[in-house]
C-alpha cells in the first residue's frame, strides 16, 4: 500500500527562521507526492505537488519540497518561516495517480515572534 | 476566488437517522470528492465521482454512504444510517481536470449522538 509518514506532530520555530516539515513515502512505482495545509476552520489548501521532473518543486506562499527518492522523502521547506504559516501541514500521496489521496496524520507548525 | 462550499457546517443526528451532506463544488469543475476527518486523525478519502458516476472508492464507502449529482451544481453525501463512529468532518473537494489541483471547501462536522 502507497502511504506517507509524518514523524513530528509539532514542529516550533521563531519567525524569520528556516522551517521544515518532515515526510516520508511508502509507494511502489512512481509517487505522485503532495503538500496541503489547513489553518484553523478552514478547509485543506494545496501548496504544491511533484509528479515527475525536477526533484525542488516550488509552491505557493514561499514554500518549497525537495523530492529525494533515495531516502524516500518529500520535506517541506521554508527559508525565512511567517507566523501567520502557522497551521496544520498534512503531506499526502496518489496510489493511484488520481486524487484518493492517502494522508499523512499531519504536523502542527507553530512560528513564534 | 472560486470556492467549494459545503452545508451545514455542523449537523448532531441521533444513530440511526439519515444524514444528507451538501457540496456546491467550483462551478466549471468535473472531478468531485469526499474526505473524511475524524477527530485527531488523518485525513481519508472515501469517493471520487466523475461524468455521473463513482470513479474510485475506499474501503469505508461502504453500502451505508451514497453520492449524487442532483443537478448540475450540487453533490451530495448521503448516510442512510448513521453510526457513532460516523462522526467526523467531511470535506467535499472539486478540481477540473485530473491533474489538477484539488480544491477543498471549509467541511461538515457532523456529530453522532
Known amino acids: 500500500a502507497q502511504s506517507v509518514a509524518q514523524p513530528e506532530d509539532q514542529v516550533n520555530v521563531a519567525e524569520g527562521n528556516p522551517l521544515t516539515v518532515k515526510c516520508t513515502y511508502s509507494?511502489?512505482?512512481?509517487?505522485?507526492l503532495f503538500w496541503y495545509v489547513q489553518y484553523p476552520n478552514r478547509g485543506l489548501q494545496f501548496l504544491l505537488k511533484?509528479?515527475?521532473?525536477?526533484?525542488l518543486v516550488k509552491g505557493s506562499y514561499g514554500f518549497e519540497a525537495e523530492f529525494n527518492k533515495s531516502q524516500t522523502s518529500f520535506h517541506l521547506k521554508k527559508p525565512s518561516a511567517l507566523v501567520s504559516d502557522s497551521a496544520l501541514y498534512f503531506c499526502a500521496v496518489s496510489p493511484s495517480g488520481g486524487y484518493a489521496l492517502n494522508f499523512g496524520k499531519g504536523t502542527s507548525l507553530l512560528v513564534t515572534p | 476566488e472560486p470556492e467549494v462550499t459545503q452545508t451545514p457546517s455542523h449537523q448532531v443526528t441521533q444513530m440511526g437517522q439519515e444524514v444528507i451532506l451538501r457540496c456546491v463544488p467550483i462551478?466549471?469543475?468535473?472531478?468531485f470528492y469526499w474526505y473524511r476527518q475524524i477527530l485527531g486523525q488523518k485525513v481519508e478519502f472515501l469517493v471520487s465521482f466523475y461524468n455521473n458516476e463513482i470513479s474510485e472508492k475506499s474501503e469505508i464507502f461502504d453500502d451505508q454512504f451514497s453520492v449524487e449529482r442532483p443537478d448540475g451544481s450540487n453533490f451530495t453525501l448521503k448516510i442512510r444510517s448513521t453510526k457513532l463512529e460516523d462522526s467526523a468532518m467531511y470535506f467535499c473537494a472539486s478540481n477540473g481536470r485530473v491533474t489538477g489541483e484539488l480544491f477543498f471547501g471549509e467541511g461538515s462536522r457532523l456529530t453522532v449522538l
Open positions: 462551478s466549471n469543475h468535473l472531478y
Open positions: 509507494v511502489s512505482g512512481n509517487p505522485y
Open positions: 511533484y509528479i515527475t521532473g525536477d526533484n
